[in-house]
């Protein structure tokens, strides 16, 4: 049974920090591209950063050189650090696992940053 489990989301005041995980386990953790993805009320779900089974990454304009997304494969987590945040950050993030053969998503975890 594949499961994809966030934590670390809460409210923070605007220029604090917030660090994200995701869990896995199910998967062959080490063959997906991770991502974090956010959705803020009455707004589609957006791609906030990726890293690939390779440890590449790929960041939002509106979040880089705030954001670092990085990955534990001995661990099967991925993370999202999050500096310098803004009320705009302020979303449910979602956790996605993806490979050429299966998509898995997280349940989220809410951020709120108040100004």
């Known amino acids: 049974q594949v499961q994809i489990v966030e934590s670390g989301g809460g409210l923070v005041q605007a220029g604090g920090s917030l660090r994200l995980s995701c869990t896995t386990s199910?998967?062959?953790?080490?063959?997906?591209?991770m991502a974090w993805y956010r959705q803020a009320p009455g707004k589609q779900r957006e791609l906030v950063a990726l890293?690939?089974?390779?440890?590449?990454?790929s960041y939002a304009g509106s979040v880089k050189g705030r954001f670092t997304i990085s990955r534990d494969n001995a661990k099967n987590t991925v993370y999202l650090q999050m500096n310098g945040l803004k009320p705009e950050d302020t979303a449910i993030y979602y956790c996605?696992?993806?490979?050429?053969?299966?998509?898995?998503w997280g349940q989220g975890t809410q951020v709120t940053v108040s100004s």
């Open positions: 199910g998967i062959i953790f080490r063959s997906f591209t």
């Open positions: 890293i690939s089974s390779g440890g590449e990454t």
């Open positions: 996605n696992a993806h490979s050429a053969y299966a998509d898995y």
